[in-house]
């Protein structure tokens, strides 16, 4: 069985230029996580799709920060203007479902760094 | 707000060495809590969890885990730490009847094993 894949690995982008990431999730799951990864502390959720509508994005700045699932499958994460502060790894997930029983299973991440 | 703490920041062992690594969680309601590990150069991986039942839980490769109610923690053991254990270990919890079931993560604790 195939994992969650990302893509790019790696980014540099300076200071107000745009970025966006990619997620394929494993096949199957219906729930989708970004998670928000800066150096020396543990992922932070961003946003939550269940199929293709979103559960929770209360932790997104979503002034600069938006992400869309739009066929229920795959998943963009974007960031316009980006700033120095959001240098960090991206992370996603998937899992079954959204119940809490279902194991989230995290891809290798996008490691951004803004300069 | 919800918070997990993980006391050590870098722990370092000599092979054979017994490990526990802290972990605790604020608020007192129902939690389902786990432990991820991430290898050097690899994506998060699930050690063990716990929902319900016995506060003794065994993961993968020997880890166990202790759930103590009274304590709000959730440490991380193993009788014998080998070299291949060297990874970033993240304590995270989620708070049961949220509804988006998100993972709070504690800052991880680095373990290097000494041949």
């Known amino acids: 069985e195939a994992g969650v894949a990302q893509s790019p690995r790696y980014k540099i982008i300076e200071k107000r230029q745009s970025v966006a990431f990619w997620c394929n999730p494993i096949?199957?799951?219906?729930?989708l996580y970004w998670y928000q990864q800066i150096l020396g502390q543990g992922p932070k959720l961003l946003i939550q799709?269940?199929?293709?509508?979103?559960?929770?994005d209360s932790q997104l700045p979503k002034d600069r920060f938006s992400a869309e699932r739009l066929k229920g499958v795959d998943s963009t994460l974007k960031i316009q203007p980006a700033k120095l502060e959001d240098s960090a790894v991206y992370l996603c997930?998937?899992?079954?479902?959204?119940?809490?029983?279902?194991?989230?299973?995290f891809g290798p991440g996008t490691r951004l760094t803004v300069l | 707000a919800q918070s997990v703490s993980q006391h050590n920041h870098h722990v370092i062992l000599s092979e054979a060495a017994s490990l526990e690594l802290g972990c605790n969680y604020s608020?007192?309601?129902?939690?389902?809590l786990f432990w991820y590990v991430q290898y050097p150069g690899q994506h998060l991986q699930l050690l063990l969890k716990?929902?319900?039942?016995?506060?003794l839980v065994k993961g993968i490769k020997g880890f166990e885990a202790e759930f103590i109610k009274s304590k709000f923690s959730f440490n991380l053991r193993k009788p014998s730490v080998q070299w291949s254990d060297t990874a970033e270990y993240f304590c995270?919890?989620?708070?049961?009847?949220?509804?988006?079931?998100?993972?709070?993560f504690g800052k991880g604790t680095k373990l290097s094993v000494i041949p």
């Open positions: 997930a998937s899992s079954k479902s959204g119940t809490e029983y279902n194991e989230q299973f």
């Open positions: 096949s199957g799951h219906a729930t």
């Open positions: 799709f269940q199929n293709n509508g979103v559960v929770d």
């Open positions: 608020y007192g309601g129902t939690v389902n």
């Open positions: 716990y929902f319900s039942g016995d506060p």
């Open positions: 995270a919890v989620r708070y049961s009847g949220a509804g988006s079931y998100q993972l709070t």
